[in-house]
Nanobody, 116 residues
Framework: QVQLVESGGGLVQSGGSLRLSCKCS????????MKWYRQAPGKGRELVAS????????SYKDSVAGRFTISRDNAEEAVYLDMNSLKPDDTAVYYCSANVVGRQYWGQGTQVTVSS
Protein backbone atom coordinates (compact mmCIF):
# COMPACT_ATOMS: atom_id res chain seq x y z
CA GLN A 1 0.00 0.00 0.00
CA VAL A 2 1.01 3.62 -0.43
CA GLN A 3 3.02 4.91 2.50
CA LEU A 4 4.64 8.28 3.14
CA VAL A 5 6.69 8.63 6.31
CA GLU A 6 8.01 12.03 7.36
CA SER A 7 10.86 12.65 9.76
CA GLY A 8 13.22 15.42 10.80
CA GLY A 9 10.96 17.80 12.65
CA GLY A 10 11.80 19.26 16.02
CA LEU A 11 12.27 22.36 18.14
CA VAL A 12 14.62 25.01 16.78
CA GLN A 13 15.37 28.63 17.60
CA SER A 14 14.45 31.43 15.24
CA GLY A 15 17.06 31.63 12.48
CA GLY A 16 17.87 27.95 12.73
CA SER A 17 17.62 25.16 10.17
CA LEU A 18 15.98 21.78 9.81
CA ARG A 19 15.84 19.11 7.12
CA LEU A 20 12.61 17.19 6.69
CA SER A 21 12.58 13.84 4.93
CA CYS A 22 9.72 11.85 3.47
CA LYS A 23 10.35 8.22 2.62
CA CYS A 24 7.81 6.77 0.19
CA SER A 25 6.75 3.29 -0.81
CA UNK A 26 3.92 1.44 -2.48
CA UNK A 27 3.81 3.47 -5.69
CA UNK A 28 6.05 4.41 -8.59
CA UNK A 29 7.77 7.33 -6.92
CA UNK A 30 9.72 8.48 -9.98
CA UNK A 31 6.55 9.19 -11.96
CA UNK A 32 4.87 11.33 -9.32
CA UNK A 33 5.15 15.00 -8.49
CA MET A 34 5.61 15.51 -4.75
CA LYS A 35 4.48 18.27 -2.42
CA TRP A 36 5.10 19.51 1.10
CA TYR A 37 2.21 21.07 3.03
CA ARG A 38 1.97 22.47 6.53
CA GLN A 39 -0.80 23.14 9.03
CA ALA A 40 -0.37 25.59 11.86
CA PRO A 41 -2.59 25.43 14.96
CA GLY A 42 -6.06 26.76 14.20
CA LYS A 43 -5.32 27.20 10.49
CA GLY A 44 -5.95 25.26 7.30
CA ARG A 45 -3.41 23.12 5.52
CA GLU A 46 -1.33 25.11 3.04
CA LEU A 47 0.96 24.15 0.20
CA VAL A 48 4.59 24.99 0.96
CA ALA A 49 6.59 23.53 -1.93
CA SER A 50 6.23 21.31 -4.97
CA UNK A 51 8.66 19.35 -7.11
CA UNK A 52 7.96 17.60 -10.38
CA UNK A 53 8.82 13.98 -10.99
CA UNK A 54 12.32 14.52 -12.31
CA UNK A 55 13.19 17.36 -9.96
CA UNK A 56 13.68 19.99 -12.64
CA UNK A 57 10.68 22.12 -11.74
CA UNK A 58 10.03 23.40 -8.23
CA SER A 59 7.73 26.00 -6.76
CA TYR A 60 7.32 27.60 -3.34
CA LYS A 61 4.86 29.51 -1.23
CA ASP A 62 5.93 33.16 -1.33
CA SER A 63 6.71 33.36 2.37
CA VAL A 64 9.25 30.50 2.23
CA ALA A 65 10.85 31.21 -1.15
CA GLY A 66 14.57 31.81 -0.71
CA ARG A 67 14.60 30.05 2.68
CA PHE A 68 13.26 26.57 1.88
CA THR A 69 14.51 24.11 -0.74
CA ILE A 70 12.61 21.05 -1.93
CA SER A 71 14.53 18.18 -3.49
CA ARG A 72 14.10 14.48 -4.25
CA ASP A 73 16.09 11.32 -4.72
CA ASN A 74 14.23 8.97 -7.02
CA ALA A 75 16.64 6.12 -6.32
CA GLU A 76 15.91 6.42 -2.58
CA GLU A 77 12.20 7.19 -3.18
CA ALA A 78 12.46 10.16 -0.88
CA VAL A 79 11.63 13.85 -0.94
CA TYR A 80 13.26 16.45 1.26
CA LEU A 81 12.59 19.94 2.53
CA ASP A 82 15.59 21.96 3.67
CA MET A 83 14.42 24.84 5.83
CA ASN A 84 16.75 27.72 6.69
CA SER A 85 16.30 31.04 8.48
CA LEU A 86 13.30 29.58 10.27
CA LYS A 87 10.78 31.94 11.82
CA PRO A 88 8.15 31.41 14.53
CA ASP A 89 5.50 31.70 11.78
CA ASP A 90 6.93 28.49 10.27
CA THR A 91 5.71 26.54 13.30
CA ALA A 92 3.36 23.84 12.02
CA VAL A 93 2.92 20.16 11.33
CA TYR A 94 4.56 19.44 7.98
CA TYR A 95 3.16 16.79 5.64
CA CYS A 96 4.42 15.31 2.41
CA SER A 97 1.83 14.35 -0.16
CA ALA A 98 1.49 12.49 -3.43
CA ASN A 99 -1.36 12.12 -5.86
CA VAL A 100 -1.36 8.48 -6.94
CA VAL A 101 -3.83 7.44 -9.64
CA GLY A 102 -6.17 10.28 -8.74
CA ARG A 103 -6.09 9.84 -4.96
CA GLN A 104 -4.25 12.17 -2.60
CA TYR A 105 -2.07 10.43 -0.04
CA TRP A 106 -0.56 12.01 3.07
CA GLY A 107 2.06 11.12 5.59
CA GLN A 108 1.44 11.29 9.32
CA GLY A 109 3.19 14.64 9.59
CA THR A 110 6.19 15.90 11.52
CA GLN A 111 6.03 18.77 14.01
CA VAL A 112 8.25 21.80 13.48
CA THR A 113 8.36 24.32 16.31
CA VAL A 114 10.36 27.54 15.98
CA SER A 115 10.94 29.49 19.17
CA SER A 116 11.51 33.23 19.17
Amino acid sequence: QVQLVESGGGLVQSGGSLRLSCKCSGFTFSTNDMKWYRQAPGKGRELVASINRDGYFVSYKDSVAGRFTISRDNAEEAVYLDMNSLKPDDTAVYYCSANVVGRQYWGQGTQVTVSS
